[in-house]
């Protein structure tokens, strides 16, 4: 077949301009809003600059000295732990209000299988980590296989591990002396060095690696990828062939292991080891380090390098109000301001995928 045909030569003078989207138009708050939902780390630390900037110019330069930034790091070693495991849950769009308790119960184990019943340290360790981790197992299960809504289950199982707690170490405490003398070993992440002028714990360094691997695990791994799906939408994580009851099982119980992570440096932290610690609040505060860090409640969003900022946001406000001689109360009303304004941050982000 020679020659152009009819309808060809009606294409040649039709418009082979490329569909383009304009971007000139688009406004700053726009802009800033569609990198806020990339980048959900941001928010965490531009809030965390802006607090040391605002403390250290009404403090003055003692602020800023590399004894009040460590010391700072030292006091948010345990919550910084507590809030990398709740973050793995809250990413499933779930809670588990019973991290706390459970790394209480943790470091009780710890305790009295090393010192009550005389049975070397690096086992007493292990088993400390492995009922962490079975305390998250049955959270999980129940979560993922029983279909119970994750407030209930972790409020149940607070109680629960709670009170488990109370009766196995008769609410007797173990002394910072007995540990130093039969089990030196649990205090491993008090063990200090000095970083040029800086002086840095154990705890601390152990609380960084952790954020720092969960922080590859989520973003490199196929596993991380389906926490977030999971989180994001199970429905269509289920249909897409991700085993969305097995991710849930898996999120749990690491976070259960972290909590026993968390145990072991709260020893170091604390020196002795207090079963009446579990009435403390360190479920709220983990809590609040991961909604202030910006992981959103409502699962699927987030970066854990911001659990790591709004436990040194909680950390920098304490520090400074205590350096003007605040009342305390004021620490307590500006992390409830916080929260409420992460969750708004977060609830405004959202509306780009919209």
């Not at 930034?69 to 809030?83: D, K």
Request: hydrophobic share 55%.
């Amino acid at each position: 077949m020679t020659g152009t045909q009819e309808f060809e030569r009606v294409l040649d003078g039709s418009d082979k301009s490329v569909a383009s989207f304009e971007h000139e138009n688009v406004s700053l708050i726009k802009r800033a809003q569609h990198f806020l939902h990339s980048t959900p780390a941001a928010v965490p630390l531009i809030v965390l600059v802006l607090a040391i900037v605002i403390f250290g110019i009404t403090i003055g330069g003692r602020f800023f000295s590399s004894y009040t930034l460590t010391l700072i790091l030292q006091q948010i070693a345990i919550v910084g732990i507590l809030g990398a495991a709740q973050t793995l849950v809250i990413l499933t769009a779930g809670i588990d209000l019973s991290i706390g308790v459970i790394m209480v119960i943790s470091a009780v184990i710890m305790g009295n299988v090393a010192i009550t019943y005389g049975i070397p340290t690096p086992i007493a360790v292990v088993a400390g980590l492995v009922v962490g981790g079975l305390c998250g197992l049955l959270n999980g299960f129940l979560v993922a296989y029983m279909k119970l809504p994750p407030f209930i289950v972790t409020l149940g199982t607070w109680n629960i591990v709670m009170a488990t707690n109370f009766i196995y170490s008769a609410n007797e405490t173990i002394r910072d002396t007995d540990v130093d003398e039969k089990a030196p070993l649990l205090h491993l992440f008090a063990v200090s060095f000095k970083l040029g002028s800086a002086v840095l714990t154990l705890g601390v360094i152990a609380m960084v690696l952790l954020v720092l691997v969960l922080w590859y695990v989520l973003n490199h791994t196929a596993w991380g990828r389906h926490v977030y799906a999971v989180g994001d939408d199970p429905e269509a994580a289920k249909l897409s062939g991700i085993q969305t009851k097995k991710v849930l099982l898996t999120v749990y119980a690491i976070s259960g292991v972290i909590a026993g992570l968390a145990a072991w440096v709260s020893i170091g932290r604390n020196g002795s080891i207090s079963p009446s610690s579990a009435v403390t609040d360190f479920n709220l505060q983990a809590i609040t380090a991961t909604v202030i860090g910006g992981i959103s409640l409502f699962g699927g969003r987030g970066s854990i390098l911001g659990t790591l900022f709004g436990a040194m946001i909680v950390g920098v406000v304490s520090m400074g109000l205590n350096m003007l001689g605040a009342d305390p109360q004021w620490k307590v009303l500006l992390t409830g301001v916080l929260i409420i304004a992460a969750v708004a941050i977060d609830q405004w982000i959202r509306k780009v995928s919209v």
